[in-house]
C-alpha cells in the first residue's frame, strides 16, 4: 500500500471513529439528561468539569510532543514512547490523585465529593490512552485507537442504560465512566505493543528533554483551561446544580457541534504546514482561504439555524425539562462559531511554528474571563457564564487570526463568507414560520433551504460543484 493510500485511509477511520464515538456520546447524554435530571445532571457536569480541569493540566501538550519525537529520523522509538508514557503515567498519579483530596475541601454536595474521588480514576486513564494516540498516528494505525475508543464509549452507553433501567444514581454513572475508560486504556495497551513496546522507562536526561519540548504547549494549555473549564467550577460554588445542569446540556450540544472544525483541521494542518515550511507562501494563503471559506459556509448556518430551533432542540436532545435551556444555547452557539476560526487560525499558528508567540494571547484571554467569572456569575448565573465565553473564544480567534495574517502577509476572502449570510439569513426566516414541525423536520427544511439559496447566490466553491457534476470513475 502507498503511504498516500495509507494516510488517506488512516484519514477516513479516524472520521468515522470520531463520528460514531459522538453519535454514542449524544446518546449518551440523551439517557443521563432525562434519569438524573437538571440537578442530578448538574453534579455529573461538576464532578467532570472539575476533573477535566487537572485533565487538561496534566495533559501538557505530551500527546503532540510523543507524535514529534517519534517522528524524528534519528529517533529510538521504544525509548522515547516508554518513557513518555510513564512520565504520564507519573503526572497523571500526581495530579489526579490530588484532584480527589482538593475536591474534598470544596463546598460541594457529599454526593459530588464522592463522583470527583472515584472519577479520578477514570480520567486518570482517559490520559494514558491519549497519549498513546501520538504511536497509532505515526504508524497510520488509528483504527486501532478507533476501535478502543467506540467500545470504550459503547459500553458506557450501555451501562448508563442498565443504570436508568434499574434507577441507580450518579455514583452508579461515575462507576461505568470508569469501567469504559478502564476498558478502552486496557485495548489501547494491548493494540500499541503490537506497533512499539511501551513499558515503563525512567530515562532522566530525556524527561528533561520530553519537559523543555513541552513546556511552551503546556503553558499555553493550562491558560486555555482557565476560560475553558473556569465557567463551570465558578458556577458550580456560586449557583444551584439544577442551573449547572441546564448550562451543562447545552453547552455540550456546542462540544459536538465543534468536533466538525477540529477534524477539519487535523486534516488541513499536513499540506499547510508543508506549504509554508518549503516556502510556497502562495499555496499557504490560498489553502488559508479556502478553509476560511469552508468555515464559514458551516459556522455562519450553524447560527442562524440554532436561533429559531434552540428550545426544541435542546428538548429533542436532553429532555423536555432541559428545554428551558433554549435561550443559554443561542448564546453559546455563538462562541461555537468563534470555535470554527480560532480553530483554523489556531492549527496555522502551529503550521508557521509561533506557538510561544501566541502564550501572551491565551494569557490575556484567562486573565480577563476569569476576571469576569467571578464578577459576573454569582450575580447573574448561566447566561453570563455563556457571554463570557462568547467573549473568550472571540477574543482567541481574533487573536490568532492577526498574528497569522501578520505573519502570512495575507487577508482573508470575505466573499463566501457574505453569501453564506444571505443565504442563512433567508434560512433563518424560513425556520421562524415553521414551529408546528418537529425540530428533526425543521433541522432537514433549514439546511435544505440553506443550500439551495447558497447555490443560487454563486457561494458553493466551484470545486465541490465540479465533483458532483462530475461522474463517478467505472
Known sequence: ???TRAIAGNTAVQVAGRFIGTALGVLTVAVMTRHLGRAGYGEFTTVTSFLQFFGILVDFGLTLTMIRMISDADADEEKVASNI??????????????AAVIGLFFPYPATVKAGIALGSLSYFCISLSSVLIGVFQKKLAVARSAVAEIAGRALLFGGVVAVSLTGRGLMAIIAVLVLSNVVQLALCLVFVQRLTRVRPAFDLSLWREIFRQSWPLGVSVAFNLVYLKGDVIVMSLSRSQAEVGLYGASYKIIDVMTIIPMVFMGLVLPPLTAAWTSGDRASFVRRLGRAF?????LAVPMVLGTLPLAGDLMGFVAGPDFAAAGPLLCILILAGAMVFWSALFGHAIVALGLQRKMIWGYAADAAVSLAL??????????PAAAWVTVFSEAF??????????????????????????????????????TSGLH????????I????VFLFLFGGLPREIIEQLRRPKAA
Open 373 to 382: 467569572y467571578f464578577l459576573l456569575i454569582p450575580r447573574f448565573g448561566a
Open 1 to 3: 500500500m502507498s503511504l
Open 396 to 433: 482567541i480567534a481574533a487573536a490568532t487570526a492577526v498574528v497569522v495574517l501578520r505573519a502570512a502577509k495575507a487577508a482573508v476572502p470575505l466573499k463566501t463568507l457574505g453569501r453564506s449570510v444571505l443565504a442563512a439569513g433567508i434560512m433563518y426566516l424560513a425556520l421562524l414560520g
Open 439 to 446: 425540530v428533526i423536520w425543521r433541522v432537514t427544511l433549514g
Open 448 to 451: 435544505a433551504v440553506y443550500f
Open 293 to 297: 471559506d469552508l468555515m464559514s459556509l
Open 85 to 98: 508514557f510513564t512520565f504520564r503515567l507519573v503526572s497523571g498519579a500526581a495530579f489526579f490523585g490530588a
